[in-house]
C-alpha cells in the first residue's frame, strides 16, 4: 500500500511538472525570424515583414547607419561638398521637414501617379554658409514607399512645384535659414506611411516617418502659397 501511495504521489508530481513546462513554453515569444535586410533575394513581402520598421542601424529601408528622427525633428548634416554657386562645400546643415500636404493638382501642375506629396523643409546654417546635397552628387531627397519603393524627388510634375514664400533650394547664409519645399510624384498606396530620406555631403542619411494626411506647422502657409489660377 505504500509503495502504490508512494507511486501515485510520483505520477501526480510529473504531469504537474509537465503541464508547468507546457504553459511555460508556450507563454514564450516566438522567435523572431533573422534576416539580412540588405540580403537582394528577399521577397517584397518579406523586406515589408521583416524590414520596414528595423530600428536604426538599418534605418527601415536597408541601407546601414541611417538615422532616424521623429517628424519635424531637425537633423545635424553635412552640406553639399560642391555647391552650385561654388562656395566652400562641407558646412554644417540642419535639415528638417515639417509639414506635408496631398493634392492630385498643385499650382497648375497635376500628378501623374495620383497625387503629390509636398513637404516643407527648414534648412539651416549654423556656422558657415551651406547647400543641401544634390543628387548629381549622390545626395538629395528620397521617398520611401511602405513596400520599399524609393522614389526620387521631383519626378514628373513635381519639379515644378514651389509655393509662394518657400524656394526651391540654394545656398544658405552662415547663421541663417531658409523655407524651401519638396515634392514628389506617388501613387495613393506610395503615400500611406511614407518616409523621407536625406542623403548629405558625407553619405550620411537621416529618415523621417511622414504623417498619412495634411498636417504640421505650416500647412496653412503652405496651402496658401499654393493658392491662385494657373
Known sequence: ??????????????DSQAGGSAKAAASKPAKKKDVDCKDTSLSQAEWTKYCANAGA??????????????????????????PADNSQGGEMLEVSPTSVVYQAEA???????????????????????????????????????????AL?????????????????????PAGAYKWRTIAFDLSKAQAKGGMVVYT??????????????DSGPELAQLKKGMAGNY
Open 1 to 14: 500500500m505504500l509503495v502504490a501511495a508512494l507511486t501515485a504521489c510520483g505520477g501526480g508530481g510529473s
Open 57 to 82: 542601424g538599418t534605418g527601415g529601408d536597408g541601407t546601414a547607419g541611417t538615422t532616424k528622427l521623429a517628424f519635424g525633428k531637425a537633423a545635424k548634416t553635412v552640406g553639399a561638398q560642391s
Open 107 to 149: 499650382m497648375g501642375s497635376e500628378s501623374q501617379n495620383g497625387v503629390f506629396a509636398i513637404i516643407t523643409v527648414k534648412d539651416r546654417a549654423p556656422a558657415g554658409k551651406a547647400a543641401e546635397s544634390a543628387p548629381i552628387e549622390g545626395g538629395g531627397w528620397q521617398w520611401i514607399a511602405p513596400d520599399g519603393q
Open 152 to 172: 526620387d524627388e521631383g519626378e514628373n510634375e513635381a519639379s515644378n512645384i514651389t509655393p509662394d514664400g518657400f524656394t526651391g533650394g540654394g545656398s544658405i
Open 200 to 213: 548629405d555631403g558625407a553619405g550620411g542619411t537621416y529618415q523621417w516617418k511622414v504623417p498619412s494626411a
